[in-house]
């Protein structure tokens, strides 16, 4: 296995292909990690958690669809899910271009 920063960071950058897309912040991220996974070293754990995370976030995004009416609180949560879609993977892209490992708020572990 060898160390690739550059492709860990990229990859969690690709995650903003969604706001481009709306898929593509999946999809992309998916297909580094179900090909490289094996030879690049960490790539794993990061992938997994970028997997968790666009997954949470769309199940999450589901949820606050009925809640629009329960006093609103659907909106709240459709106004927070794109600000943390654009902080986390910035955040997150930079924590791999220093060797640490990611964390994603909000993630539920369904690939582990």
Not at 5 to 26: A, D, E, K, N, P
Not at 69 to 88: R, Y
Request: aromatic fraction near 10%.
């Amino acid at each position: 296995m060898r160390e690739n920063r550059q492709l860990l960071t990229l990859t969690h950058l690709s995650q903003l292909l969604c706001f481009v897309s709306g898929i593509g912040g999946f999809v992309v991220p998916l297909i580094v990690w179900l090909t490289q996974r094996q030879s690049i070293y960490k790539l794993d754990e990061h992938g997994k958690s970028i997997l968790n995370f666009q997954i949470s976030t769309f199940l999450l995004t589901l949820l606050c669809i009925p809640l629009i009416l329960l006093f609103g609180l659907g909106l709240l949560g459709l106004l927070i899910i794109p600000v943390l879609l654009l902080i986390f993977p910035i955040v997150n892209a930079v924590k791999a271009s220093n060797g640490e490992p990611p964390y994603y708020p909000l993630s539920i572990a369904f690939l582990r």
